[in-house]
């Protein structure tokens, strides 16, 4: 699962991690059919229904043929909204699409064959569960685990920052959608709302012991065929499967992040670090 995570790049250092055109969007593009761009501050602690920005490829219909890969940057809010939805808030709700359920769930599976994108982060965050006694076991997902609430309930929550160690961006299997809001006027561009959910699937050994899930995170060589509007599902179902998770730095960080309000660099510092060194001792 991935319910948090930290972004602090700006545009023009994700067009450069990316490799993306300066200028990918028209002057004014239309709202209905091409997600906005806005500037975003640096972002810490990003929580479900945050605008996060988003890497798109290629649009499926288009003049000529567009290689597949990064072709322009984007924001969208974070937590899907199928089209056929009443209301926007059930957002929150979906966060997460899970890989093993994308290409058939109702609510994902069109923008799995025809909506994808990649969701840059430093981080992202996962939290350990501690028990009354000290015993530390791993968080799990209400879909696998009935008794998923009343663990969580029962423990303290230890967070973890999973990042590259060399400061690289991960980038984040995702899937975006287009909703208009009924009670807006169709004209209005503000009744258009462009959101994304953040892909998951089952934890590598190397990060089982802290969740059962962990986002999908895309290598660059995979990044063309996750983009490709003409990707087959075979093709893509393997590229789900390369999360390069033996790569990753895995740093126990500061309970502050526990809260969303708390939003500042620190909090991705690992805990080691804010410890300092052991006194010397006489003996």
């Not at 994700?14 to 059919?33: G, H, K, T, V």
């Not at 699937?201 to 003409?230: C, F, G, N, Y």
């Not at 499967?241 to 526990?258: G, H, L, Q, Y």
Request: aromatic fraction near 8%.
């Amino acid at each position: 699962m991935c319910g948090r995570y930290a972004q602090s790049r700006n545009q023009h250092e994700l067009q450069l991690a990316f490799d993306l055109p300066e200028e990918a969007l028209p002057e004014n593009p239309d709202p209905r059919a091409w997600p906005p761009l806005e500037d975003l501050p640096p972002d810490y602690n990003i929580s479900p229904g945050r605008p996060v920005y988003a890497v798109l490829g290629p649009p499926p219909q288009g003049t000529g043929h567009a290689a597949p890969g990064p072709a322009s940057l984007h924001t969208m809010r974070w937590g899907l909204v199928p089209s056929w939805a009443k209301d926007r808030n059930i957002g929150y709700r979906m966060i997460n699409a899970r890989s093993e359920t994308i290409a058939d769930k109702p609510a994902f599976r069109t923008a799995f064959r025809r909506r994808r994108c990649l969701l840059p982060a430093d981080a992202y965050y996962e939290w350990q569960l501690v028990g009354r006694d000290g015993r530390v076991e791993p968080s799990t997902s209400p879909v696998t685990d009935p008794h998923h609430k009343k663990r969580k309930s029962k423990a303290a929550k230890k967070p973890y920052a999973i990042r590259y160690p060399d400061g690289a961006p991960l980038a984040m299997a995702g899937i975006f959608e287009r909703w208009r809001d009924p009670e807006a006027d169709e004209n209005d561009p503000a009744g258009w709302l462009w959101s994304c959910a953040v892909v998951t699937t089952d934890a590598a050994p190397a990060l089982a012991h802290i969740h059962e899930r962990m986002p999908v995170v895309l290598p660059p060589a995979t990044w063309s065929t996750w983009l490709d509007p003409e990707a087959r599902p075979d093709d893509l179902l393997h590229v789900l499967a390369r999360t390069p998770a033996d790569a990753f730095a895995v740093d126990e960080v500061s309970t502050d992040v526990n809260t969303i309000k708390n939003n500042a660099p620190d909090l991705l510092t690992p805990v080691a670090a804010t410890l300092g060194p052991e006194p010397d001792t006489l003996f």
